[in-house]
């Protein structure tokens, strides 16, 4: 008799079809009728065929978004955009125990944390709809009795959406939810290697019953369908999540048409862990914070700096919960650490190890069982011995691999944990509340967590310094980016005005 985990499995094979592009409320084919394919992380079979787009299919939804966003959409008073906000959240809980299933099978990722993603990608509209509704205002500035001045937020237009494979029905709302909460209209391109939960969004959207054109979806390649939407003309705003070499080779392609950028990039977080911590919490939150998501995590705490005097002990808690992690099926409940997306990513975790060992790392790892072999398991894994030259330690890996390092004073931790390229994320843990602070403001990094694990709070901003990005989403934040500031000059009364040629 099949388990329940298998009956569902089964149930999702079954449902799931080739994909289609979504444009101008259409699922449609592509015009040289191309595809590729999809593949299980747990298995490596197929899963079934995606409709692969090109300049032509970007430039079909960005005339259809244009068109909507000139027409209906524009013209549709604010309450009337956010009733339909709402609705996309309520049809997303509606089919939570549908979706979350759908994001494990295609991601790998566990099903344990893809269902409170998704519920989270529910809250990303009601979240923004609510913003919008009470934050999206202007100021007014009155010079005496003779001018006033006032600002208004207005839709910029086309938002081009570029999404990542890792969390990506989360990801893409999160960006989707201010953009069209804020008035605009949307092109996504979503990762080709995670494209079932993009089409179940295209689908939802489209029984909320959007007007046509308002949002669109094009799969494909990023060198193609990607690189086109980010050429094309009429795209006024580019938003990125992605590897960091991609995000510049995108502004440079986006450079010509004067596009405002969004850029969330790559990260290499240090979590910095002194000799007078709360040495459980700190272990939770490190074991979390690296091995969660399967180590697919921009903010992954991926660099551990743990004081010389409390080392020795901490690390050998921590190969015990290396060890004690279940590594398996992503379907079941109890897996925590599930296979790597795709084929290519493993292989190239795998060399990071590999590189790992030859620069002199004791390279520790967790357990996968023999029956997974089929799948992109990546056990749990710590780099012992490690140093900031090594490229394991420079590089940003994106798995479930920790590279672990001691330091002695406050001072040379926080040389130490800024001498990377990346700047995204970082986490501190400490009783001493000044001390705290101090090392929290000292390290370069967009977002940092003082004694906790990478809990976010929507209303703040989103984003990371130096090779780590550009810009902030999140919160009143994101208005920054999704909206353009027109301000307005009004004469009271009769100012001078300079009398020329009269």
């Not at 009470?134 to 009795?145: H, M």
């Not at 969660?292 to 919960?321: P, W």
């Not at 403001?441 to 990371?464: C, E, H, I, K």
């Amino acid at each position: 008799m099949p388990n329940q985990v298998e009956t569902k499995t089964k149930s999702i094979e079954k449902n799931v079809k080739d994909i289609r592009h979504y444009i101008n409320g259409q699922f449609v084919d592509s015009h040289r009728n191309e595809w590729f394919d999809n593949y299980n992380p747990f298995t490596n079979k197929k899963i079934n065929r995606v409709a692969s787009g090109d300049e032509k299919e970007i430039d079909a939804a960005v005339q259809s978004a244009r068109n909507a966003f000139r027409g209906k959409w524009g013209s549709l008073k604010l309450k009337d955009r956010l009733a339909y906000i709402y609705r996309i959240a309520d049809l997303i809980d509606e089919y939570i125990d549908e979706i979350a299933p759908l994001e494990s099978y295609d991601t790998g990722l566990p099903v344990s944390q893809t269902k409170k993603m998704v519920a989270r990608a529910a809250h990303n509209f009601r979240f923004y709809a609510e913003m919008v509704s009470s934050r999206l205002v202007g100021d007014a500035y009155q010079v005496d009795n003779e001018f006033l001045n006032y600002t208004i937020h207005k839709p910029v237009g086309i938002a081009g959406l570029i999404t990542p494979w890792n969390a990506p029905f989360m990801l893409e709302t999160w960006k989707i939810a201010p953009a069209l909460a804020t008035g605009n209209t949307v092109v996504l391109k979503p990762a080709e290697w995670s494209p079932l939960t993009a089409n179940r969004l295209a689908e939802i959207i489209d029984k909320a019953e959007l007007p046509d054109g308002v949002f669109n979806v094009v799969h494909g390649y990023g060198e193609q369908a990607g690189a086109s939407l980010v050429a094309h003309p009429d795209v006024e705003l580019i938003s990125f999540t992605g590897e960091t070499t991609t995000g510049s080779e995108i502004m440079k392609n986006g450079a010509d048409s004067l596009k405002q950028f969004s850029m969330e990039l790559g990260g290499k977080s240090p979590i910095i862990v002194f000799d007078d911590a709360d040495v459980d919490r700190a272990l939770d939150a490190c074991t979390w914070g690296i091995f969660s998501f399967n180590g697919e995590r921009c903010t992954a705490n991926s660099r551990l700096y743990i004081h010389e005097s409390i080392a020795d002990s901490f690390v050998e808690r921590l190969k015990e919960r290396v060890l004690n992690i279940v590594v398996g099926d992503p379907m079941k409940e109890e897996t925590q650490v599930g296979p790597l997306i795709h084929s290519n990513h493993y292989h190239n975790v795998k060399n990071y190890l590999k590189k790992a060992e030859e620069e002199g790392c004791e390279v520790f790892s967790g357990n996968v069982p023999t029956e997974m072999s089929s799948g992109n398991f990546i056990p749990p894994t710590i780099m012992l011995n490690a140093n900031t030259e090594m490229t394991v330690v420079q590089e940003e890996i994106f798995g479930p691999v920790l590279a672990v390092m001691t330091f002695k004073e406050e001072e040379e931790v926080i040389k130490l944990a800024n001498n990377v390229r990346y700047g995204l994320a970082g986490y501190v843990w400490t009783k001493d509340i000044q001390r705290g602070h101090r090392v929290a403001q000292a390290v370069d990094s967009g977002m940092l967590w003082v004694n906790s694990q990478n809990v976010r709070d929507l209303r703040t901003p989103f984003g990371g310094s130096k090779h780590s990005g550009i810009g902030r989403e999140g919160g009143h934040y994101a208005f920054e980016f999704y909206t353009e500031v027109q301000i307005i000059h009004v004469a009271l009364g009769d100012h001078h005005i300079p009398q020329f040629g009269k």
